[in-house]
């Protein structure tokens, strides 16, 4: 099952993105999001989240 950004949560810091060695997430309307079709469950952005934002969905 994909990770998801829960899009509250977000500061928009970017960590996420510069974590994802399988480009799943990208930023869009200010948050960043999460691209289930690219999100191989991996883990590595919900470790760096500094805020909590990213879960499984």
Do not use: L, S
């Not at 191989?40 to 990213?54: F, H, S, T």
Request: net charge negative; charged share 20%; with cysteine.
């Amino acid at each position: 099952m994909a990770y998801v950004i829960n899009a509250d949560d977000c500061i928009a810091c970017g960590a996420c993105e510069t974590e994802c060695e399988h480009g799943a997430i990208f930023e869009k309307d200010g948050v960043y999001v999460i691209d289930p079709a690219k999100c191989q469950d991996c883990g590595n952005c919900a470790e760096v989240c500094p805020n909590g934002a990213i879960h499984q969905g």
